[in-house]
């Protein structure tokens, strides 16, 4: 496939999402109608995300594809390790525009050198994190620079663990955008899904209705979730730079 060559604007664009600030992005110049987008992630991705991002850029001119690995993430490359298979897939791939959805199934130690880093060692943690973030923002946004890439935030779980670790998860990945000297920008899942220290139960979607936002094994958001806190923010993302 021949990469499409997209300048990068100087000025910094704030992204906006549910009214909540959620990070700083430079964006490309343009993304054309029928660039290539490719989504990585657990198995929300697999489905109904995916399936609702497919439908949505395909409608509007894009080409779109998926990789979608359950109970995945950045914590246990044993298990599957996604810094390999985005040199995989951009090797084979090479697409104009990077989605990545992980980060919820990394309330875990983090598999290291043959050894395990707890959650509770927390500073140890952290910046081993900020470590892969790092190095999956470098990977997706290319040598140059030049892809732009959406990464969607934890989902919180009503648990300690759950609204703990997402939002220590959401802190490193906001962090690591912001930092980050390429085109990225944060969907921030987790702000929109709590109050009061608590993952919301219902939600009201863009037509005033209100509907359930998890599933009844209380961690996968339902189908009408995903689409409103997930699928047409990532959408919203791509037309602001479509522009």
Known sequence: ???????????????????????????????????FIYAVGSSTLGSPLGEQLSKAFKKKGYKFRKWAKASSGLARPDFHDW????????????????IVSLGTNDYQALYH???????????????EYAKRVDRMLELAAGKNRQRMVIWIGPVPFDTS????????????LRERIQAFDGNAVLIDVRSSLMSNNRPIQHFTDSKKKK????????????????????????????????K
């Open 83 to 98: 810094l390999k298979s985005m040199r995989e897939i951009d090797k084979q791939w090479s697409p104009d525009v990077y």
């Open 211 to 242: 509907r359930k936002t998890f599933r009844k094994d209380k961690v996968h958001l339902t189908i009408a979730a995903v689409q409103h806190l997930m699928a047409r923010r990532v959408e919203k993302a791509v037309e602001n730079c479509a």
């Open 161 to 172: 663990k759950g609204r703990n670790m997402s939002l220590r998860i959401t802190r490193i």
């Open 1 to 35: 496939m021949v990469m499409r060559q997209i300048t990068i604007l100087s000025s910094l664009l704030l992204y906006i999402v549910g009214g909540t600030q959620i990070a700083h992005a430079k964006c490309p110049s343009q993304v054309e109608q029928g660039a």
């Open 113 to 127: 050198r043959r050894k395990w880093i707890k959650t509770s060692e927390k500073k140890r943690w952290i910046e």
